[in-house]
């Protein structure tokens, strides 16, 4: 089979969430349920468990903590250092008096942001954190190589 060519399969689904479902594609300006099928087989596919710990991707982390919690912020600048190497970029916002939201670009290995974002989400105050991967690098290779030191 060609890439182009298109399968045709049944699915049996309740009829609640059927109608539902339809609600929903049609609110979002879908022309039809396959269109909205492939979104979602798609978006299943770029789920950071589903890729070996060595893929590189790039995508998102996605915070919201509590600036107030003492030495918090500290604690997320240092681990961003400690991994400047697979964060491209970052974006701070103020939602409230107590609360930011802060999104780091990612690129790297996904096991490295998997863990990245776990010693996020583990931290005191921290009330969300999350890894979205929205493209899968088949051209970014990791930098493993060994490093010559002549004797002096």
Do not use: W
Request: hydrophobic share 35%; net charge negative.
């Amino acid at each position: 089979m060609h890439n182009d060519e298109l399968s045709r399969f049944g699915v049996s689904i309740p009829g609640d969430l059927l109608q539902q479902f339809d609600k929903q594609i049609q609110t979002q300006g879908y022309g039809n349920r396959s269109e909205a099928i492939r979104d979602l087989i798609r978006k299943s596919l770029l789920q950071p468990p589903n890729f070996p710990a060595s893929q590189c991707v790039a995508g998102t982390i996605v915070m919201v903590y509590d600036h107030h919690v003492s030495e918090l912020p500290l604690s997320l600048i240092e681990l961003q250092h400690k991994h400047h190497h697979d964060i491209i970029s970052t974006m701070h916002i103020h939602l409230n008096h107590e609360q930011c939201l802060e999104i780091l670009v990612v690129r790297g290995e996904v096991q490295r942001l998997r863990e990245l974002c776990d010693q996020i989400r583990v931290l005191k105050g921290v009330l969300y954190a999350e890894l979205s991967v929205t493209h899968i690098d088949s051209e970014h290779r990791p930098h493993h190589h060994d490093h010559l030191h002549a004797d002096t």
